[in-house]
């Protein structure tokens, strides 16, 4: 199973993101939410690294939250396409926003590095898109936490 997992960096951020923001970590951390949780069929997943300002217009448009936040999720919930997909292709899963500069503070916050804070909020933003949400009360915030922190340990960045 290939799971198509497309990172792009937001306008003016190449070369400006602080050592240890590698899209290629979005990556993996993706991929492996989606092998513990996605079932069999390859998934597609767009992910946005971008700036507060950026998320933060995001984030008071789409959620009505006039506020930056670390992490975005866009379920592919919409009615069906006209366009005829590929029976054999990925299904489209979704897009998650993530804000670089939140994965800096709050990697000062929390004492760990930053790369694993990107990881973790790129774990986070996928198990969203699987329909998991945090916000339903304390069973599922914390069975989406043992999700994060599995797929943290399966690329090597355990507590």
């Given at each position: 199973?290939?799971?198509?997992?497309?990172?792009?960096?937001?306008?003016?951020?190449?070369?400006?993101?602080?050592?240890?923001?590698?899209?290629?970590?979005?990556?993996?951390?993706?991929?492996?939410?989606?092998?513990?949780?996605?079932?069999?069929?390859?998934?597609?997943?767009?992910?946005?690294?971008?700036?507060?300002?950026?998320?933060?217009?995001?984030?008071?448009?789409?959620?009505?939250?006039?506020?930056?936040?670390?992490?975005?999720?866009?379920?592919?919930?919409?009615?069906?396409?006209?366009?005829?997909?590929?029976?054999?292709?990925?299904?489209?899963?979704?897009d998650i926003a993530i804000s670089y500069e939140r994965v800096v503070a709050q990697a000062?916050?929390?004492?760990?590095?930053?790369?694993?804070?990107?990881?973790?909020?790129?774990?986070?933003g996928a198990l969203h898109l699987l329909g998991h949400d945090h916000e339903r009360g304390?069973?599922?915030?914390?069975?989406?936490?043992?999700?994060?922190?599995?797929?943290?340990?399966?690329?090597?960045?355990?507590?």
């Open positions: 199973m290939d799971h198509i997992i497309e990172v792009t960096l937001a306008e003016g951020l190449e070369g400006r993101l602080p050592e240890g923001l590698d899209p290629a970590l979005v990556e993996r951390a993706i991929a492996a939410v989606l092998r513990a949780e996605g079932g069999a069929a390859p998934l597609e997943v767009g992910v946005l690294i971008t700036d507060d300002a950026h998320i933060h217009a995001m984030n008071r448009d789409y959620r009505g939250v006039d506020a930056p936040t670390d992490v975005l999720s866009f379920a592919d919930d919409g009615p069906e396409s006209g366009f005829v997909a590929q029976a054999e292709g990925p299904r489209y899963l979704g000062a916050e929390y004492g760990h590095a930053p790369a694993r804070e990107l990881a973790y909020l790129s774990a986070h304390p069973d599922e915030a914390a069975a989406m936490r043992a999700h994060e922190e599995a797929a943290m340990a399966a690329i090597g960045l355990p507590r």
